[in-house]
């Protein structure tokens, strides 16, 4: 008999469009979970001063909503089968590229999105990558082969 489990899927990377609705919505049916990191740009930006309390320097204030949200971050790349990251076209995401090599180093198989133009960019993140895709409905695609073994 066959040892069957949901696969874990993370979702990192930009929040600025659609993609992880596009991905999910895709991969209805297939047996899989997805976690993200908070996409609430506001909330992301202001939760450790919310609960830890507030700070005066700009510097601070950012690093303690960064630890604050590591805490989300490291659990769900630790407990996800397949790590997708995606870059988008817009903002430089350096968290999105710590993202891709802390699953890297972790061992997990990883998925890079982004559009052609950040090709050279993110050659060494891509290397690190088992697939890179251009669009959602790719990864998806990717997905589907992967739990099921059929294209299309």
């Not at 069957?4 to 991905?23: A, F, N, P, Q």
């Amino acid at each position: 008999m066959k040892d069957h489990r949901t696969m874990k899927v993370y979702l990192s990377g930009e929040i600025h469009t659609d993609w992880r609705d596009r991905i999910i919505e895709g991969a209805k049916g297939l047996d899989l979970s997805f976690a993200a990191p908070v996409t609430d740009h506001a909330a992301s930006d202001d939760c450790g001063v919310e609960i830890l309390g507030a700070e005066p320097d700009k510097f601070w204030h950012d690093r303690k909503g960064a630890q604050v949200n590591a805490i989300r971050t490291r659990h769900g790349i630790e407990t996800a089968d397949i790590v997708v990251v995606r870059f988008g076209e817009k903002y430089k995401q350096w968290n999105a590229a710590f993202d891709a090599g802390y699953a890297a180093a972790l061992g997990k198989s990883l998925i890079i999105l982004h559009p052609e133009e950040h090709d050279h960019a993110l050659k060494e993140v891509d290397a690190a990558a088992l697939a890179v895709a251009r669009t959602p409905e790719q990864v998806v695609g990717v997905l589907r082969y992967v739990l099921t073994g059929t294209l299309g």
